[in-house]
């Protein structure tokens, strides 16, 4: 992933939302120095994209289980947009 730093691009999906989540609570929360605020808001941008990836990287290997008309069972890819 370019532009990610290593350390953003290492983390789950779960770390990077749950950072992302702790994040937004303090930007809510109004009490942090503009300063902070802004290199906490550069630092959400960034994981966001991260699990927006990670997103797409988990829609591109699920496959649809599909009921032929014969009764057949088959795997065919997901609709990836």
Known sequence: M???PDDVAAMSFEEALSELDRI???LEGGTT???DAIAA???GALLKRH???KLQEAQA???RIVLGPDGAVA???ANIQ
Request: with cysteine; glycine share 0%.
């Open 2 to 4: 370019a532009d990610i």
């Open 24 to 26: 937004v609570r303090a």
């Open 33 to 35: 120095k503009l300063d």
């Open 41 to 43: 808001y550069e630092r």
């Open 51 to 53: 699990c927006e990836a």
């Open 61 to 63: 290997r699920v496959d």
């Open 75 to 77: 795997v065919e890819p």
